[in-house]
């Protein structure tokens, strides 16, 4: 018998395999991080930065368990024109979004919304919405579920004062076998 998150991953191939946008992935997201646990092996905390964990890759998406320590956030970024759904594990997740600047450089970023996500809860993101920056919420330590799809290597990252843009590859802090 397989792991819930194997199951997951498979349910996952199966949503892209019939819709290119994955528009079941949000509802097999969520699903599994309501009722299901086995992502505590993923789990890896750093002092220094958030820690990005692969579970799965393949050419449709990857998916990543996100560890973040109290006071640790990303940075305001985009996603390279993928869909990126995050769910909820375990604490609290605070997204803010901001508007995508007409111009990099061209002055402070733009706070469109707020929102903090509850464990089982799923956002979704995509560059026509906004760009976002995350981070745990309450003085405590979160974990979240992250699918992007396509994979994505490299993502834009901006100054929240001055607009600035800067590309950045993005790394593993650990890999499934
Ligand atoms: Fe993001």
Redesign the pocket.
């Known amino acids: 018998m397989k792991q819930p998150m194997a199951r997951l991953v498979d349910d996952l191939v199966a949503c892209f395999r019939r819709d290119e946008q994955g528009r079941d992935a949000a509802r097999a997201l969520g699903g599994y991080a309501r009722e299901q646990g086995d992502w505590t092996r993923f789990v890896r905390f750093d002092p220094a930065i958030y820690t990005r964990n692969l579970v799965a890759r393949n050419e449709q998406f990857e998916m990543l368990v996100l560890c973040w320590s109290a006071g640790q956030e ?1 940075p305001i ?3 390279a024109g993928q869909h ?1 759904f ?1 769910s909820v594990l375990e604490g609290r997740i605070e997204e803010l979004q901001y508007a995508v600047p007409s111009e990099p450089g061209g002055g402070p970023l733009r706070q469109t919304s707020r929102r903090v996500f509850e464990p089982g809860e799923v956002a979704y ?1 995509h560059d026509r919405i906004a760009l ?3 981070r745990p919420f309450g003085g405590q330590p979160a974990v979240s579920l ?1 699918l992007y799809a396509r994979p994505i290597d490299v ?1 834009q990252v901006y100054d929240e004062e001055t607009g600035a843009v800067l590309s950045k590859q993005l790394i593993y802090h650990s890999a499934a076998p």
């Open positions: 990303s970024h985009d996603h990126c995050m993101i976002h920056k995350v992250h993502c």
